[in-house]
C-alpha cells in the first residue's frame, strides 16, 4: 500500500495497517466509530478492551485528552516514543475507543512513516496490534497477512519492528502514577524522571468477566500462539522437565545453552545468541510464530531470571501467553 493511499484510507472512514516501533498496528480514525467498529470486528477485540490513541507530541495529545505536569516532563523525556499514557479524556474522543470509561491511553509513536502519515492526516489514530484478539503481535509485514488471510487490510511495510514489545502504559489518572502494562520503558526509568513514587500493577490479570479495562494487555490470556505453550520457572528446570517428548518445541532463551540432558530428536529454537534485552525483545514473537508452525503438540519455554528490570516486560508477555505453567 502506498502512503497516499494509507492517509486516503484512514480519511475516509476506512482501516489500514501501519508499522510501529514495538508492533504493526491496524489503524484507523480515533474520532470515526464506523472505523472503530471495523478494527474491533476485524481483530474480534472485546468492547471492554480499549485502544491506544496515537498523537505527533504532548502538544496534540491537548486536543484530546486533559494532561498535567507529569506527562508533559514523561513526554519530553520518552516521547516519541514506547511509553502510553492514561489520562482524563475530552469529549472528541469516542467511548468506543476507551471502553466506556472518562480515560483515554494515548501514545506518540516514534516510527518515521506512523509520524508521517499522523502529520499528513491530522487525525489521531487507533492502532491496536494488527492481529486477530489475544493472538501473538506481529512484528513483520508477513505477520500481518498470515494473522488476517484474505480480509487483511492494505499494509505499509516498514520492515521489522525494532523493539518488538508493546508500549510500557503508565496510568496517571490515580492517585499515585500506576504502570498498567510493562513494556521497554520501565518503573525505575519512570521514577527517575518523576521523583516519586511508582506503582506497578502490571502483573494483573484480568478476566473477560470483569469490567472495562484502562489499559490494553491486561487480559488473563493474551499474546498467545495457538500451539499450547508450558511456561517453566527457570530454564535448567525446563532442560531437565520431564513432560517434554518427541513431538514438542522447546524455545531457549539463548542458544550457547548447556543441552546435553536434551534429546537429541527434540525440536530446538532459541530467542537470541545472548541475555541482550533489545535482541531478546525483538526477536520473542517472531521465535514464537516460528515454533507455532511448526505444528507441534507443544511449545515450551522458560521465564527470564532477573537479568535486569526490563525483562519484566518480556516475562509478562510470556505469563499472558501460556497455557499451563510448570
Known amino acids: 500500500m502506498s502512503f497516499d493511499s494509507c492517509a486516503e484510507a484512514l480519511l475516509s472512514d476506512d482501516i489500514c495497517v501501519l508499522p510501529t516501533e514495538t508492533v504493526y498496528g491496524l489503524a484507523c480514525s480515533a474520532l470515526s466509530t464506523k472505523a472503530i467498529s471495523?478494527?474491533?470486528?476485524?481483530?474480534?477485540?472485546?468492547?471492554?478492551?480499549?485502544?491506544?490513541?496515537?498523537?505527533?507530541?504532548?502538544?496534540?495529545a491537548k486536543e484530546f485528552c486533559f494532561t498535567n505536569d507529569l506527562s508533559k516532563k514523561l513526554c519530553e523525556k520518552f516521547w516519541p516514543g514506547p511509553l502510553t499514557l492514561v489520562l482524563p479524556k475530552k469529549n472528541c474522543i469516542p467511548n468506543e475507543i476507551t471502553a466506556g470509561l472518562n480515560s483515554v491511553a494515548v501514545r506518540a509513536p516514534a516510527h518515521p512513516i506512523?509520524?508521517?502519515?499522523?502529520?499528513?492526516?491530522k487525525l489521531p489514530i487507533a492502532a491496536p496490534s494488527a492481529n486477530p484478539s489475544n493472538k501473538l503481535s506481529p512484528t513483520k509485514y508477513q505477520d500481518v497477512l498470515d494473522a488476517f488471510g484474505e480480509k487483511c487490510p492494505p499494509i505499509i511495510d516498514g520492515g521489522q519492528c525494532k523493539l518488538g514489545i508493546e508500549s510500557?502504559?503508565?496510568?496517571?489518572?490515580?492517585?499515585?502514577?500506576?504502570i498498567l502494562r510493562a513494556g521497554p520503558i520501565t518503573k525505575r526509568e519512570i521514577g527517575a524522571v518523576l521523583n516519586i513514587e511508582i506503582v506497578d500493577n502490571s502483573a494483573a490479570l484480568i478476566t473477560s468477566?470483569?469490567?472495562?479495562?484502562?489499559?490494553?494487555?491486561?487480559?488473563?490470556?493474551?499474546?498467545?500462539?495457538?500451539?499450547?505453550?508450558?511456561?517453566?520457572?527457570?530454564?535448567?528446570?525446563?532442560?531437565?522437565s520431564k513432560i517434554i517428548s518427541k513431538n514438542d518445541v522447546l524455545i531457549l532463551p539463548r542458544d550457547k545453552i548447556n543441552i546435553r540432558q536434551i534429546k537429541n530428536n527434540i525440536c530446538l529454537l532459541s530467542i537470541s545468541s545472548s541475555d541482550n534485552y533489545h535482541d531478546?525483545?525483538?526477536?520473542?514473537?517472531?521465535?514464537?510464530?516460528?515454533?507455532?508452525k511448526l505444528n507441534k503438540e507443544k511449545i515450551h519455554i522458560s521465564l527470564y531470571s532477573s537479568i535486569n528490570d526490563?525483562?519484566?516486560?518480556?516475562n509478562d508477555r510470556l505469563t499472558r501467553a501460556s497455557t499451563k505453567r510448570i
Open 38 to 60: 471495523q478494527v474491533f470486528l476485524l481483530k474480534g477485540r472485546p468492547s471492554c478492551n480499549p485502544l491506544i490513541v496515537h498523537v505527533l507530541n504532548h502538544d496534540s
Open 114 to 121: 506512523f509520524r508521517k502519515i499522523l502529520n499528513s492526516v
Open 168 to 178: 510500557t502504559v503508565l496510568d496517571l489518572t490515580s492517585d499515585k502514577p500506576c
Open 209 to 240: 468477566k470483569e469490567p472495562s479495562r484502562k489499559s490494553p494487555g491486561q487480559g488473563i490470556k493474551h499474546y498467545a500462539p495457538n500451539t499450547p505453550l508450558y511456561l517453566h520457572s527457570t530454564v535448567e528446570s525446563m532442560i531437565s
Open 280 to 292: 531478546t525483545a525483538r526477536n520473542l514473537y517472531g521465535v514464537l510464530r516460528k515454533a507455532d
Open 310 to 314: 526490563s525483562f519484566t516486560a518480556i
